[in-house]
């Protein structure tokens, strides 16, 4: 490991680590990253890749108008290196940016492990370290060791809840006379392929699913709770029998090509790969048995003979309660030199993670160079995230996606339609981060980094 006034040490080989890597060594920073895969394997991941994708192969919208494409806008003028692969590795998925996820890891793992500034070490870091700086980016498959290594710097416990990972299949094992291939409201270049459901076929369905065995908890697993808007598709069912129809299988913005009407329920397919031969089931994340997983996806028109490549899995996932840990500067508020970023800050979603890691290689910078970290700007997407998931109630915290309501209203938006507010917001937002950007490649060139 390099102890110098001009090393950064990153733990965590993901997209937070990978993307803050990246930012520092291109800043002429030498950095250390470590990564306990392939000596130590975590309960998720499949390959030894960097930024490897374990549960959705999507990094959200970028449709005009989400919050998740002006995240990714803002991104796009800090110059942030894995969205630039992201789009490089891209597939088609209508609004929303997906990639092929082993070219996508791949190019990362290549980019970073070629990088002169950067030394991958493959080996679990059960300490973080006292002197130097330090972004610690593991996310929520944090060991056990390291855990307890922040615990006793922040004094604060960890929270948990759990994340579920959806099915992939054969493409060509899908019943091609039984689906249809559309986006919603022909949004998109891409096709998603559609599993079209009457009323009957959803009711038996719904049934099927809801009494479907499920994998038990661990005892030590029973007090963590469930990310809202990543729920296993077996408990969303469990709410109600419509509930699946208002949610992942919402057949809105869809028409059967033969009867020109919209379906009673569908299931959507999304592309896994460049080469077009894997798809993965979209929102049906789940912790059901893998023997039921098959029994009861395979009562999905068109699945009836499917072949599942991965089936569905669920694991515990760890956040920092952030509100009272970390600063805005994602700094941690108990050892200044020790900065957190990904999903560990209770920040949720790819595009997220990436956000977090590139400002806190950012403040690391301003770290090595003797100088204060800096608070983004709450006008953007990046700094209302950052704002709210260290102020927000530390009682309730629980893991966010960018979204509209981060925003802080200026009076003169209030008047607004909600197009007209979100594209006001939009205009400020990268007139801001544009200011940011210039002010933080001036402050760097003043430090000489």
């Not at 520092?24 to 306990?36: F, N, P």
């Not at 970073?112 to 679990?124: A, D, M, Y």
């Amino acid at each position: 490991m390099r102890r110098n006034n001009r090393s950064v040490t990153v733990v965590g080989g993901g997209l937070a680590g990978c993307e803050a890597a990246w930012q520092l060594a291109q800043r002429g920073i030498e950095v250390d990253l470590y990564e306990m895969r392939p000596v130590k394997p975590s309960p998720a991941h499949h390959t030894e890749f960097l930024a490897e994708l374990v549960c959705s192969n999507s990094l959200g919208s970028h449709q005009t108008a989400s919050a998740s494409a002006l995240l990714k806008e803002e991104l796009k003028v800090l110059g942030s290196h894995l969205l630039s692969i992201a789009y490089d590795c891209a597939v088609p998925a209508g609004a929303a940016l997906a990639v092929d996820r082993e070219s996508f890891a791949q190019a990362v793992t290549r980019s970073v492990l070629g990088h002169p500034l950067i030394t991958v070490h493959r080996q679990e870091l059960n300490e973080i370290p006292k002197e130097g700086v330090t972004i610690v980016a593991t996310g929520p498959l944090t060991s056990e060791g390291l855990i307890a290594s922040i615990v006793q710097i922040t004094g604060q416990q960890n929270l948990h809840f759990f994340d579920a990972a959806a099915p992939i299949l054969v493409a060509d094992s899908v019943d091609s006379s039984k689906v249809f291939a559309q986006s919603r409201y022909d949004k998109g270049e891409g096709e998603y392929l559609n599993c079209p459901m009457n009323k009957q076929e959803y009711e038996a369905f719904w049934n099927a699913l809801v009494s479907a065995e499920r994998v038990q908890l661990k005892e030590f697993e029973k007090d963590t709770c469930y990310f809202e808007s990543c729920l296993p598709v077996e408990v969303i069912a469990s709410r109600g029998i419509d509930t699946l129809r208002f949610g992942p299988m919402k057949p809105v913005g869809l028409v059967e090509p033969e009867s020109g009407k919209r379906p009673y329920a569908v299931v959507q397919l999304r592309q896994d790969n460049a080469a077009a031969d894997l798809y993965n089931m979209v929102g049906f994340q789940t912790n059901l048995k893998w023997g039921e997983q098959q029994r009861v996806f395979k009562l999905i028109p068109g699945l009836e003979k499917v072949e599942f490549v991965r089936l569905g899995v669920m694991h515990r996932n760890t956040f920092l309660n952030s509100p009272v840990v970390l600063n805005a500067t994602l700094q941690s508020r108990a050892q200044s030199n020790l900065l957190f970023a990904g999903q560990l800050t209770g920040t949720e979603g790819y595009t997220e993670s990436i956000a977090t890691g590139l400002i806190a290689a950012r403040n690391a910078a301003r770290l090595v160079a003797g100088m204060e970290p800096a608070v983004v700007s709450p006008k953007t997407m990046i700094g209302a995230l950052l704002r709210y998931i260290t102020s927000a109630d530390p009682k309730n915290f629980q893991p966010i996606n960018s979204n509209w309501g981060l925003f802080e209203l200026p009076v003169e938006f209030k008047k607004l339609s909600k197009s007209e507010r979100k594209e006001s917001l939009s205009v400020l937002a990268l007139e801001t981060i544009a200011a940011d950007r210039d002010e933080f490649q001036s402050y760097l060139s003043e430090a000489s980094i």
